[in-house]
């Protein structure tokens, strides 16, 4: 197989851009999801307000703003977003900020993604008069700088990563169970104490990896009362996108059992091999359901979310209801600062003989606190 694209999103939960090359980094590609959009909520008794990450799902209105990076990936210097107004034939208005902001005289604020806390750094007024306007509520840009953020549960490559097909007995205690004994291994096998893995503004894991042959499984999955709709992939928001090489190379949902990738070969003049250490399996939200046209969602009949689930691809009982598509990974060790590129050969280096279960305290299900 190949690789068909590569996306990277500047802002967290903006529509992204297609590049053609793409630097491998300890959190991803490079320039992605250094900058997120942050809900601003004052506090009643006056101190310091509270900073929520936006995404969408939650605030569908975000697929209406697009982010580019110029002039290219290559001499990237400006972060472009634009605001795709909808019904309307206005030119779109828009922002501009650097690739890589000077944040080091810029205020912090403290932020949690997931129950894993970090910081970012206020991007100042211009920006924030320009997403409140479109967004309707207070809201600010924030830069990742040099924040980092701990990887919870098995996520990370030097975590366990247990696998179980069947559903756990019991719900929440299974769950329980299965997070002490996680912690316990840890702690005896000295996991942890090697390599350390952290991510800035990405959810769980720093890429995305999905394949066409997946997709395309997933938009001939309607039913006979169903319109004809098509799921393009940029909804799925993937950082590598995998397709054939040859005929039948690859069957729809194989990469549920990947482990390894090997991006290349071992020909140094080539960059030589590139592996991407795929540790997680992706729950779907209803952002799948969002019409990037209009930043609403979907009637009934168009919601691909359902049709992913009708499908039977609850296939991980660490996402309970969540449907799965596609592969969350990290970019191996020796991989870092080189390049992969569109066209590529990508060659599965490692399977698992199960599905694994995704676990993240606080996410996964049957960890989540009680309201």
Same mark, same amino acid.
């Given at each position: ?6 996306y990277?999103?500047?802002?967290k ?6 590049v053609?090359?793409?630097?491998l ?20 008794? =006056?101190?310091? $307000?509270? &900073? %929520?990450?936006?995404? +969408?799902? @939650? !605030? ?5 703003? *697009?982010? =580019?990076?110029? $002039?290219? &990936? %290559?001499?990237a210097? +400006?972060? @472009? !977003? ?5 019904? *309307?034939?206005?030119e779109?208005p828009?922002? %501009?900020f ?34 409140t ?31 179980k097909e ?13 997070g ?15 390599a ?46 995998l397709?054939?090489?040859?005929p ?5 949902f ?6 390894e ?23 779907r ?26 499908m ?12 799965i ?19 590529e050969e990508?060659?599965?280096?490692k ?5 694994t ?15």
């Amino acid at each position: 197989m190949k690789i068909k694209e590569l996306y990277v999103y500047p802002v967290k939960s903006l529509r992204g851009c297609s590049v053609p090359t793409a630097t491998l980094t300890p959190y991803g590609l490079k320039h992605d999801r250094k900058y997120m959009i942050v809900r601003v909520t004052p506090s009643p008794d =006056s101190t310091s $307000p509270t &900073y %929520e990450s936006q995404y +969408v799902g @939650r !605030v569908d209105s975000l697929c209406l703003f *697009s982010a =580019s990076i110029l $002039p290219d &990936y %290559e001499n990237a210097k +400006v972060v @472009r !977003v634009t605001y795709n107004t909808p019904s *309307s034939n206005d030119e779109n208005p828009y922002v %501009e900020f650097p690739i890589a902001a000077d944040y080091k005289s810029l205020k912090k604020v403290d932020l949690s993604i997931h129950l894993s806390n970090c910081v970012g750094y206020d991007m100042g007024s211009e920006y924030e008069e320009f997403f409140t306007k479109y967004l309707g509520y207070p809201a600010k840009l924030v830069y990742v700088g040099d924040a980092t953020r701990e990887v919870k549960g098995n996520l990370a490559p030097n975590q366990t990563h247990l696998t179980k097909e069947n559903d756990f007995d019991g719900g929440g205690k299974g769950w329980f169970i299965f997070g002490f004994f996680t912690w316990v291994l840890w702690c005896l096998l000295g996991w942890g104490r090697g390599a350390k893995y952290t991510i800035q503004f990405a959810d769980v894991a720093p890429v995305l990896v999905a394949s066409t042959v997946s997709l395309e499984e997933l938009n001939s999955g309607k039913r006979e009362d169903e319109k004809e709709l098509v799921l393009d992939i940029t909804k799925m928001r993937p950082n590598i996108v995998l397709e054939p090489s040859a005929p039948e190379e690859m069957v729809p949902f194989e990469e549920d059992y990947w482990a390894e990738l090997k991006v290349g070969g071992d020909e140094e003049e080539k960059g030589g091999a590139r592996k991407i250490e795929l540790t997680g399996n992706c729950g779907r939200c209803k952002s799948l359901n969002v019409d990037y046209e209009t930043g609403k969602q979907l009637p009934v009949h168009g919601q691909m979310l359902k049709r992913l689930s009708d499908m039977k691809r609850r296939v991980d009982t660490g996402h309970g209801y969540s449907p799965i598509f596609g592969r969350y990974g990290f970019i191996a060790k020796d991989s870092l600062e080189k390049e992969v590129r569109v066209g590529e050969e990508v060659t599965v280096t490692k399977k698992n003989e199960e599905r694994t279960i995704f676990y993240w305290p606080g996410l996964s299900a049957g960890t989540k606190p009680q309201k």
